[in-house]
């Protein structure tokens, strides 16, 4: 038997199966799922309008490449026409969200002829060269420079800094909502100013929706909050309700100079990956998940926040849109992580010290009572002198 090399601390718990909001382990004890796969099962595991186009797919053909006319792909070009912003319209399908990150970086890098990047203090954007290289976190970083760019990292929701920003840059990265880097919410302020500083210097604003995209704050797509308007939004995780894809969408000024041979992907708009995109915008929009992901999110934000005030020594505080949610604690969060497992509800760091949540839309009432009574209780071990 191979091994699977160490990257990340083995969680400890077997899965066999899972559906909807919870997953069960080799014993048959269930979980309530507040990690989702990184938040890619945000549409719940095996959503059924994703299974359902799965299965009918595998009858008539799994592999072929975009160029290629088919069925499939005109129903997730048309299901997609009917999601993104209007000036968005122009789509490339990768695998992975660092992949697409990887793309836009590359149409923005060539376009322009500059070779530098802007992003800022929290962000995350893969792990892939290019990707990693308008990451910030130093511990991704460290080992692999020189990255094939250079990228001037700005301190997150801070005006005045991006004035720094000049005619070097090709284009700037930002998420509306950090995700790895600890749930820090982009303030409104905030991104119309980096679109507009964008403008001013002439670079592509790049809008990472990977982890906020696809209704998970509560709109389809986050920035459309702000009122702003990208030049290439990179998507992945929910978009396939859980199936490995993601894509770039881009304005038509970005289309018109993309040239013939200058990118590609053996798997990148695979048949099995398109009919996942057609099952889950068919369930983004026939069971409003948005619109559930603000409520919910709204319930669970709350109910946090109730714990934190109750857990003062140890909760510095609660952050979170739609169904994003972080608990930033005065200490490490993977203890934490590991009490939530053993009582049944799984969860995820953000970063070392955010308690990061990440539920699938159809969370009920009860799931959050539930979690927040768990999390309640290990709050209370962690209580200087207890346990
Ligand atoms: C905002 C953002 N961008 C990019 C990525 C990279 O996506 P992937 O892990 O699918 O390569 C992630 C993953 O967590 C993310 O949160």
């Known amino acids: 038997m191979a091994s699977l090399l160490k990257f990340s601390t083995p969680r400890g718990l077997k899965v066999s199966r899972a559906e909807g909001q919870y997953v069960w382990d080799s014993s048959g004890r269930r979980y309530i799922d507040f990690h989702t796969g990184h938040g890619a099962a945000f549409l719940g595991h095996r959503n059924r309008y994703v299974v359902a186009r799965l299965r009918s797919q595998l009858e008539y053909v799994t592999c072929l490449p975009p160029f290629f006319d088919s069925e499939i792909l005109e129903e997730a070009l048309k299901s997609l026409g009917r999601i993104l912003p209007s000036h968005l319209g122009h789509v490339f399908f990768m695998n992975s969200g660092s992949e697409a990150v990887e793309l836009a970086l590359k149409l923005a890098r060539k376009r322009s002829r500059r070779k530098v990047y802007a992003a800022f203090t929290g962000a995350f954007h893969g792990r892939t060269m290019a990707a990693l290289s308008v990451t910030h976190n130093p ?4 080992g692999y420079d020189p990255f094939p760019s250079n990228t001037i990292f700005l301190p997150f929701n801070n005006v005045e800094a991006l004035r720094t920003l000049d005619e070097r840059v090709a284009a700037v990265i930002v998420e509306p909502v950090q995700g790895e880097g600890g749930i820090h919410i982009a303030s409104r302020e905030f991104l119309r100013a980096v679109e507009e500083r964008c403008r001013e210097v002439g670079a592509y604003f790049i809008v990472d929706e990977v982890q906020t995209g696809f209704g998970r704050t509560g709109l389809v797509w986050s920035h459309l ?6 030049d290439i939004l990179v998507a992945g995780k929910s978009i396939g309700g859980g199936f490995p894809v993601s894509f770039v969408a881009v304005s038509d000024d970005v289309a018109s100079k993309v040239e013939e041979g200058e990118h590609g992907s053996t798997h990148g708009g695979n048949p099995l990956a398109l009919a996942a995109v057609v099952g889950g915008v068919e369930a983004l929009e026939r069971e409003r998940v948005p619109e559930a992901a603000g409520r919910m999110g709204g319930l669970l934000a709350s109910r946090l926040k109730e714990v934190a005030a109750e857990a003062e020594d140890v909760v510095r505080e609660v952050r979170s849109k739609g169904l994003m ?8 969060a993977a203890p934490l992580v590991s009490s939530l497992q053993e009582r049944c509800v799984l969860a995820l760091r953000a970063g070392l010290i955010v308690l990061r949540f990440l539920p699938p839309y159809l969370i009920t009432e009860r799931d959050v009572e539930e979690a927040v009574t768990v ?13």
């Open 139 to 142: 511990k991704y970083r460290q």
């Open 225 to 230: 909050e702000y009122g702003v308007r990208p």
């Open 325 to 332: 949610a972080g608990v930033e604690l005065k200490s490490r």
């Open 375 to 387: 999390l309640r209780e290990a709050l209370a071990k962690f209580r200087p002198g207890v346990g």
